[in-house]
């Protein structure tokens, strides 16, 4: 998760900041705690986007449009079939977010915003 944290932090510009990103991860522990319907419905809405996207004509991206949709596809199949190997993915994301930068805790009302719900981190 660190990586992924340092990765995010190191786009050009800086991406939306660190404290969007540990954002990011408090909105995966809220889906994965919402249950795997909560995770589906979000991934149908990505793979949603991609699809009108494509028919929008893909703006020179169809094939990656294309796997892109097809991995989200399989997340989606994933989660309805495994869904309990995420349940430990959505603690870990929790408590990692915690322990990052002097232990600041998020607040979920932050400038940003977020899908999280007090209680839930």
Do not use: W, Y
Not at 60 to 65: D, E, H, S, W, Y
């Amino acid at each position: 998760m660190q990586a992924s944290l340092e990765a995010a932090d190191s786009l050009p510009n800086g991406g939306f900041g660190s404290d969007f990103n540990r954002l990011c991860l408090l909105d995966v522990h809220a889906l994965i705690f919402g249950g795997a319907e909560t995770c589906a419905s979000a991934l149908q809405g990505i793979a949603e986007i991609f699809e009108a996207c494509l028919a929008g004509g893909g703006g020179g991206c169809c094939g990656k449009l294309r796997r892109g949709l097809k991995k989200i596809e399989f997340l989606i199949s994933f989660v309805f079939h495994h869904f309990e190997l995420l349940q430990p993915l959505g603690t870990f994301a929790a408590g990692f977010t915690q322990g990052t930068e002097d232990q600041q805790q998020i607040d979920a009302h932050s400038e940003f915003g977020s899908i999280s719900m007090k209680g839930m981190d």
